[in-house]
């Protein structure tokens, strides 16, 4: 998939709007290390406070989710890459059609103003990985940093991620969750 930061036209080819996905020896999957679950179980994945549709300042979803590290060992950075999401030039992104244009932001931290019924009751924004700047923000690529220190072994963290909605409809997206030993 050829993918820029602005989702230019190349040759004669379109980009989707993306960044580079850079690798090394450090960075792993970490899918099976982890398992990811609502903040709030007693709702529905759509439903607030596990997604909350944001429209000022600017119009955004969030995501919230609690990640737990699974494994025997503890992850000293978590990371979440956007390995799909529909975005300026994604397929099926046209003109009159009806899908939506989300770009992966930095997310601020939430305080919530009732804790859930399992005791969430702030959540750690993420941050976009730069280098490559990203002007237009976040597409296929994108990656959100976590900040913190090692995740011990059996420990969680309440995260919140944001989706800056450029063009409303429908939408899907797949991040993965990569760390560092």
């Given at each position: 998939v050829l993918v820029s930061t602005t989702g230019a036209i190349f040759d004669g080819v379109q980009s989707i709007l993306?960044?580079?996905a850079p690798g090394n020896n450090g960075v792993a999957d970490a899918m099976s290390r982890?398992?990811?679950?609502l903040i709030e179980p007693r709702v529905g994945p759509n439903l607030n406070p596990n997604r909350v549709r944001i429209t000022t300042p600017?119009?955004?979803l969030e995501f919230r989710r609690r990640i737990t590290n699974t494994s025997a060992a503890p992850i000293s950075a978590l990371r979440?890459?956007?390995?799909?999401?529909?975005?300026l030039n994604s397929p099926g992104y046209a003109p009159g059609t009806t899908q939506s244009d989300l770009r992966p932001n930095t997310s601020s931290s939430v305080?919530?103003?009732v804790p859930t019924s399992i005791g969430v009751a702030s959540l750690t924004g993420a941050t976009l990985t730069t280098p490559p700047a990203q002007p237009l923000g976040g597409g296929w690529?994108?990656?959100l940093t976590i900040p913190g220190g090692?995740?011990?072994v059996g420990a969680s963290i309440d995260i919140n991620v944001a989706l800056r909605v450029s063009r409303v409809g429908s939408y899907r997206f797949l991040a993965t969750v990569e760390s560092q030993p």
């Open positions: 993306g960044a580079p982890v398992s990811i679950t600017n119009d955004r979440l890459r956007f390995v799909e999401l529909t975005t305080v919530l103003g690529n994108a990656v090692p995740l011990a």
